[in-house]
Nanobody, 130 residues
Framework: EVQPMEAGGGSVQTGGSLRLSCVVS????????MGWFRQAPGKERERVAF??????????DYSNSVKGRVTLSVDERETTLSLQMNDLKPEDTAVYFC?????????WGRGCRSDEYEYWGRGTQVTVSS
């Protein structure tokens, strides 16, 4: 069974940095959509960053709320997705989820610009204090 596993959450002060990682074991496909989402209490889930591999150009895409402060990277050999977050702000406080969608999955069909990823991790808490 495919199960993304997140790690790296924690508590930092404003301006601090964290690096989140997500390992997807037993991924049987050559391509995927992989992304990071977050959800704060009382707010809707937000797609933070994603990347698609196996079709067209695989360039990471970021939400406007984090652009310039986060960097997405992927180790294809290990199917590991990392999110380096710098200059963190209190509004970045949320549970961060890693998600993966297979080729021809619902998110794949939308160029990965979707919340309908098939496999989700359990989430890791990020707390930024002022």
């Amino acid at each position: 069974e495919v199960q993304p596993m997140e790690a790296g959450g924690g508590s930092v002060q404003t301006g601090g940095s964290l690096r989140l990682s997500c390992v997807v074991s037993r991924w049987p496909y050559d391509g995927y959509c992989m992304g990071w989402f977050r959800q704060a209490p009382g707010k809707e889930r937000e797609r933070v960053a994603f990347i698609g591999m196996g079709f067209s150009t695989s360039i990471p895409d970021y939400s406007n709320s984090v652009k310039g402060r986060v960097t997405l990277s992927v180790d294809e050999r290990e199917t590991t997705l990392s999110l380096q977050m710098n200059d963190l702000k209190p509004e970045d406080t949320a549970v961060y989820f890693c998600a993966v969608d297979p080729p021809y999955g619902p998110a794949w069909g939308r160029g990965c610009r979707s919340d309908e990823y098939e496999y989700w991790g359990r989430g890791t808490q990020v707390t930024v204090s002022s």
